[in-house]
């Protein structure tokens, strides 16, 4: 999987419980993005990074936020989890902006 | 709203059969297309992408890219059981973005 690791590879959580999901890449690769993977929605956007700090909001940035202090660290926090947010998320990288995504296992959070 | 739309399937063919997947996308500024395959339970990995109107072969894959038309579509020639999966289309929103919008998938199921 292009050198991603994705941790906890499995979390139940409770709602309104913090919860940080961590994507580590060995390639080097400048841009880092989160999506999560829902039945019936597909793949969506919640936040991407174009380098270190430098962050921005996907589609579906609601109740998330993002951290990268390394090149090869990005970190997805759920500030007080909800039900809604029970999804598998993937961690995905890439060289350049339009150059293709390789994914990371995937996190399945399940919130109760 | 820009959108990526696939028939979800499910899409049987018998093995050794071509199998056509199909993708139409809203937003005409689109500039690369990407086709993904996930098996069930794995995350999405890169099957094909594709910068120019025409076509482009890689083994038994074949993407065809028709921006008039607003289509993309993936040809996979004598298929086989291992090519059962969810095929995922994906679009770049426009030209130079981070964020691509992903249809929800088409399910291949090549019959023995």
């Known amino acids: 999987d292009a050198g991603i690791t994705q941790s906890p590879r499995h979390k139940v959580t409770e709602t309104g419980t913090p919860v940080t999901l961590r994507c580590h890449q060995t390639?080097?690769?400048?841009?880092m993005y989160w999506y999560r993977q829902d039945p019936g929605h597909g793949l969506r956007l919640i936040h991407y990074?174009?380098?270190?700090?430098?962050?921005d909001k996907g589609e579906v940035s609601d109740g998330y936020s993002v951290s990268r202090s390394k090149t090869e660290d990005f970190l997805l926090t759920l500030e007080s989890a909800t039900s809604s947010q029970t999804s598998v998320y993937f961690c995905a990288i890439s060289v350049e902006r339009d150059s293709p995504l390789h994914f990371g296992n995937g996190t399945r959070l399940t919130v109760t | 709203q820009k959108e990526v739309e696939q028939n979800s399937g499910p899409l049987s063919v018998p093995e050794g059969a071509i199998a056509s997947l199909n993708c139409t996308y809203s937003d005409r500024g689109s500039q690369s297309f990407f086709w993904y395959r996930q098996y069930s339970g794995k995350s999405p990995e890169l099957i094909m992408f594709?910068?120019?109107?025409g076509d482009k072969e890689d083994g038994r894959f074949t993407a065809q890219l028709n921006k008039a038309s607003q289509y993309v579509s993936l040809l996979i020639r004598d298929s086989q059981p291992s090519d059962s999966a969810t095929y995922l289309c994906a679009v770049n929103r426009e030209a130079g973005s981070y964020q691509l919008t992903f249809g929800k998938g088409t399910k291949l199921s090549v019959i023995p």
């Open positions: 594709i910068y120019s109107n």
């Open positions: 990074s174009y380098g270190v700090k430098d962050t």
């Open positions: 390639e080097n690769h400048r841009y």
